[in-house]
T-cell receptor, first 111, second 112 residues
Framework: DAKTTQPTSMDCAEGRAANLPCNHSTISGNEYVYWYRQIHSQGPQYIIHGLKNNETNEMASLIITEDRKSSTLILPHATLRDTAVYYCIVREYNAGNMLTFGGGTRLMVKP | DGGITQSPKYLFRKEGQNVTLSCEQNLNHDAMYWYRQDPGQGLRLIYYSQIVNDFQKGDIAEGYSVSREKKESFPLTVTSAQKNPTAFYLC???????????FGSGTRLTVV
């Protein structure tokens, strides 16, 4: 699986959009981009995933660049409850390929 | 409501003892996984199972064992061979490879 690079930490003001970047410059054509988040002392929560088109659900939007070498997770109106560690993961389209969690980005939403 | 349940939430173990962590899901998911998380770190895969009666080692399987006798259950045993077992253990399941994982709330194991 391709490796990802994320900033260690970010701050965001409550009510503003949180834009979390992820670099995956070695991603291959059949690898998907997944985003999870982990609130302190809880299990990670699935947010969204995509291949090459932008995706949106009730939690967030995922913007993938045309060359697929980077992506951005957007939380449109961050709340204090969005404070968490956000993991960007790439995974190949093959059975048996597990999710590999790196260090992630620690997002702190401040009032 | 469907979900994945880990028990207990907190577990204390004396050195040299084996201990088993429970993971049960009622989501009808085929695949189940065990991860370990140390403070400030990401998750590392211990074992996974894609079907009943079959399981595979992950990246850090030494000192751990699992069984998958039922689709709903995937218990993890931390044996005395695991030299540094104090950690946060997370169980997850998924319906297929391309769907997101559902995680349990975790078990925090402390060796005393």
């Amino acid at each position: 699986d391709a490796k990802t690079t994320q900033p260690t930490s970010m701050d965001c003001a409550e009510g503003r959009a949180a834009n979390l970047p992820c670099n995956h410059s070695t991603i291959s054509g059949n690898e998907y981009v997944y985003w999870y988040r982990q609130i302190h002392s809880q299990g990670p929560q699935y947010i969204i995933h995509g291949l090459k088109n932008n995706e949106t659900n009730e939690m967030a939007s995922l913007i993938i660049t045309e060359d697929r070498k980077s992506s951005t997770l957007i939380l449109p109106h961050a709340t204090l409850r969005d404070t968490a560690v956000y993991y960007c993961i790439v995974r190949e389209y093959n059975a048996g390929n597990m999710l590999t969690f790196g260090g992630g980005t620690r997002l702190m939403v401040k009032p | 409501d469907g979900g994945i349940t880990q028990s207990p939430k907190y577990l204390f173990r004396k050195e040299g003892q084996n201990v088993t962590l429970s993971c049960e899901q009622n989501l009808n998911h085929d695949a189940m996984y065990w991860y370990r998380q140390d403070p400030g770190q990401g998750l590392r895969l211990i074992y996974y199972s894609q079907i009943v009666n079959d399981f595979q080692k992950g990246d850090i399987a030494e000192g751990y064992s699992v069984s998958r006798e039922k689709k709903e259950s995937f218990p993890l045993t931390v044996t005395s061979a695991q030299k540094n077992p104090t950690a946060f253990y997370l169980c997850a399941s998924s319906i297929d490879w391309d769907y997101g994982y559902t995680f349990g709330s975790g078990t925090r194991l402390t060796v005393v």
